[in-house]
């Protein structure tokens, strides 16, 4: 009998443990969480109201350096020529969140030109852009709906 109660006593201690434990995770940061960037950019593009394009990994790679050595990323930009809306989203680790943030500085750059003399109204919404780190990824946004995005971006 003592034993019985020995072992029903364990299995209590055990799923008193199991059940504590599970609320246990590692600070934010260093797990981060899993999108579907793809779905997420479709996602911003819906609350912009604009139609959009995926850019081609050799394109991204040939007008905004991007490539393999930057992780894993996306890029849309607007449909149509006169509208500068567009978003990359780009999965970093810990070695090149660094290096992720200057590469998107550097497609800001890219942009800033472009839309200087072409679009001086759409000049202005690149000039308003974001960058977000919401570890493991970097956000950069160009955008009349800048704080419904931000929004989207907080709630993952």
Known sequence: MVNMANRVLAAAVVLVLVIALSGCKKPEEETGFTIDMYQVAEEFFAEMGSSHVRVADGIA???????????????YQAGAETNADMVVIIKTTGDNVFLNREALEAIQKINLAKWETYLPLEYAKVENYMIINKYPYLFYVISDVQDEIRNIIENY
Not at 62 to 73: M, N, Q, T, V
């Open 61 to 75: 790679a040939e007008i905004y350096g991007l490539d393999g050595e930057y992780g894993e990323f996306v890029i």
